[in-house]
């Protein structure tokens, strides 16, 4: 039987046009369904210029008035992370659905504001933690889908990153006392992977060092965290955004494992499975002037360019939720009540830092 897909004309609005938000809007300017895009940004200069780099048919300095353009249908919100509230509540009270970069908020009370205006308007509200898009962790879900592992009894994640990019984060978020702002893409990517077997107690620990040494005094350079689950599953999850300034790695370096009753999955995300060496230093997504000549090649962590195509995961992260805009695609991004979980498990490892003891769950918002 022929399946007939109604195809639906897409208007989208990139709010913010820094490193991702211009990611997002090149890949939605190439997408077939999108016939209108605009971009907003507190610089004007700089929406002219990402304008003019995609074809975009309307810029502003004034994010209502991008939203608000009739032809749009969809936000994509890529602001600095503590001012995406506001571009959110824009488009959701005009009923326009919205891609928001990571976090959505970083309170409950911000969160469930969020959520509750979604809800109000009846659209939806997703959230860019794009590790579910990379085809390690795609196959991995598929075992798990598919029963392969049997019932999880425990698991593992952790992720490592250089300190140039902690500082980077920093530079915008200095109020960012922790180094799990990088460990919140796996503990998505643990939730989704295990959705039915929700967290019941968080213990962390943590210890600074290096980026203390470098000015910011409350941050740590390692977290770990062990994560009891309702059925009695245990997880341990790991961050460390301090390894060497030039360290060979472009991104997120990581290693997730899964335990069944019936199976075991082991995923090698370190990239150290193609190196490269070479006296023209390698582009960094996030760091423009960041120059190595070990390289991890494809260590980006939101992906790479490759013979003038952006692959890897914000890019099929972009491309599914714009299909299932446009085609009613089944959408695998997290969704808003994902994100809060997330958010949940965030703040209980700050909480249990603080106390030095564990967090039962749930928080009371």
């Not at 907003?40 to 700089?46: E, T």
């Not at 994010?63 to 890529?78: F, Q, Y």
């Not at 994560?227 to 961050?239: R, Y």
Request: a negative charge; one cysteine or more; proline letters at 5%.
């Amino acid at each position: 039987m022929e399946t007939t897909f109604q195809r639906k004309d897409l208007g989208i609005a990139v709010i913010g046009c820094g490193r991702i938000g211009t990611l997002r809007a090149t890949l939605a300017a190439r997408h077939a369904a999108v016939k209108f895009l605009a971009v907003a940004d507190k610089d004007p200069a700089r929406a002219k210029k990402l304008a003019d780099r995609t074809g975009a048919q309307f810029h502003s300095g004034d994010n209502l008035e991008v939203i608000a353009r009739p032809e749009v249908n969809a936000v994509v919100v890529s602001t600095i992370e503590v001012e995406h509230t506001r571009p959110i509540l824009q488009a959701l009270e005009l009923g326009k659905p919205v891609l928001v970069e990571k976090p959505l908020a970083f309170s409950f009370a911000e969160a469930d504001r969020l959520l509750a205006a979604a809800e109000k308007a009846g659209v939806a509200l997703h959230v860019g933690y794009s590790r579910r898009f990379k085809d390690k962790y795609l196959l991995a879900k598929e075992q798990l889908v598919s029963g392969r592992l049997g019932r999880i009894t425990s698991g593992m994640a952790r992720v490592f990153n250089s300190r140039s990019q902690a500082l980077a984060t920093l530079s915008r978020l200095p109020a960012d006392t922790s180094s799990i702002s990088g460990l919140v893409y796996y503990i998505d990517l643990m939730n989704w992977l295990l959705p039915d077997n929700p967290p019941v107690e968080v213990f962390a620990r943590a210890n600074a060092g290096a980026i203390a040494g470098a000015g910011y005094a409350n941050t740590n350079d390692v977290t770990y965290a062990i994560v009891s689950l309702k059925d009695g599953a245990v997880v341990d999850l790991g961050v460390c955004y301090a390894l060497p300034q030039h360290y060979p790695s472009l991104g997120h370096a990581g290693r997730v494992e899964l335990i069944g009753t019936d199976g075991v999955l082991i995923i090698d995300d370190d990239h150290t499975d193609q190196m490269m060496y070479s006296q023209h230093s390698a582009p960094h997504v996030y760091l423009p002037d960041h120059n190595v000549e070990m390289v991890f090649l494809g260590s980006g962590t939101p992906g790479d360019w490759a013979l003038g195509e952006f692959q890897g995961p914000v890019a099929g992260e972009t491309r599914n939720w714009l299909d299932h805009l446009s085609m009613g695609r089944p959408c695998m991004v997290a969704s808003g009540n994902e994100a809060r979980r997330t958010i949940e498990i965030t703040l209980a490892i700050e909480e249990s830092l603080k106390a030095g003891a564990p967090v039962r769950l749930p928080l009371v918002a």
